[in-house]
C-alpha cells in the first residue's frame, strides 16, 4: 500500500470536548434596550475580558419564553454590543425549538444545573430499618480514602498568556506565577502560590464554597461559581497584596490574608 493510500485511512480531523471559557447570559427581564447599554458597558470597562467573549444566553429567568423574532433581536444586540452569543442554554422544549430555528446549539453545561435543580425537587426515598438485633460491639472507623476532590492538581510551571490550566473535580495548586492573559480554573477551590496576573475561576461547576488564595493579586478577573469581579472593581490597597476570594450570598468578597 502506498504512502498516499496510507493517508486515506487516517481521519481528517479529530473532535473533542473540554472545558472552554464560555459565559453564561442570565436574562432576567426583557429590556433589550436596557441589556445593550450594560453590555457596553461592560466590554467597555474590561475590554480584554469581554470584547468578543462567547456567550450562552439563558432565557429560563424570564416570565415567558420571548418569540423567535425578538430573541433574534436579542442575539443581534449581544453581537452589536462587542460580545459574540454562541448558543441558548438549556430550558424546556420550546427552548430546544427556539434553538433549532435559531440554528443554534443547547449547551450541556447549563442543562446539568436544571437536572440538578429537578433532582433536588423529588422526595427522598424512605429507607427501610435494619432488622432489630443487639448491637455489635463499637469498632474504630477508618477514615475513608481521599476522594479525587480531595487531592489538588499540582501545577509548577508557569501560566503564560494565552494558556489554560483546568483542575477537573479538584482544587488547583500553582506554584508559579499566573501571567497576564492566562486562565486557571478549578472545580474546586485555587491556590496561587505567586503572582495571580491573569483570571482565576473557582467553583467552576457551582460549587459556591470554593475560594481563592493567592500570594500577589493583580487578577484580570476572580470567579468563584460564576460570581465575578474585574480588575477595575478591586480595591487599590489589594493589589500586590496576600488575598483570598469567597462567596458570601451572591457577593464575591475580597480580602488580605
Known amino acids: 500500500m502506498t504512502a498516499a493510500s496510507f493517508a486515506t485511512l487516517e481521519p481528517v480531523a479529530e473532535v473533542k470536548f473540554g472545558q472552554v471559557g464560555i459565559a453564561n447570559l442570565k436574562l432576567k ?11 457596553r458597558d461592560k466590554v467597555a470597562a474590561a475590554e480584554k475580558l469581554f470584547l468578543r467573549a462567547p456567550v450562552v444566553l439563558d432565557l429560563s429567568h424570564l416570565p415567558a419564553l420571548p418569540d423567535l423574532d425578538t430573541v433574534r433581536d436579542l442575539l443581534a444586540r449581544i453581537r452589536t454590543a462587542g460580545m459574540l452569543p454562541v448558543g441558548l442554554s438549556y430550558g424546556t422544549s ?30 427522598a426515598r424512605a429507607t427501610p430499618p435494619p432488622p432489630s438485633r443487639a448491637p455489635a460491639p463499637e469498632r474504630p472507623t477508618p477514615p475513608p480514602p481521599p476522594s479525587a476532590s480531595a487531592v489538588g492538581l499540582l501545577h509548577d510551571k508557569p501560566v503564560r498568556s494565552g494558556q489554560q490550566v483546568y483542575a477537573r473535580g479538584r482544587d488547583l495548586v500553582l506554584t508559579a506565577l499566573v ?17 495571580l496576573r491573569g483570571r482565576a475561576l473557582a467553583g ?4 459556591e464554597s470554593a475560594r481563592i488564595f493567592c500570594q500577589e493579586f ?21 493589589r500586590g497584596q496576600p488575598v483570598q476570594a469567597w462567596l458570601e450570598g451572591d457577593k464575591l468578597l475580597l480580602k488580605k490574608l
Do not use: C, T
Not at 430555528?101 to 433536588?120: C, H, I, N, Q
Not at 501571567?179 to 503572582?195: R, T
Not at 487578577?219 to 474585574?230: F, M, N, P, W
Open 29 to 39: 427581564r426583557l429590556d433589550p434596550d436596557g441589556l445593550a447599554a450594560e453590555l
Open 94 to 123: 420550546e427552548n430546544e425549538q427556539l434553538a433549532q430555528a435559531l440554528g443554534l446549539p443547547v449547551f450541556a453545561k447549563f442543562r446539568a444545573a436544571y437536572e440538578r435543580a429537578g433532582d433536588a425537587e423529588a422526595p
Open 179 to 195: 501571567g497576564n492573559g492566562a486562565e486557571v480554573i478549578a472545580d474546586g477551590s485555587i491556590h496561587v502560590y505567586g503572582a
Open 204 to 207: 467552576a461547576q457551582g460549587d
Open 218 to 238: 493583580h487578577a484580570e478577573l476572580v470567579s468563584i461559581a460564576g460570581q465575578y469581579r474585574v480588575f477595575e472593581d478591586i480595591p487599590a490597597d489589594l
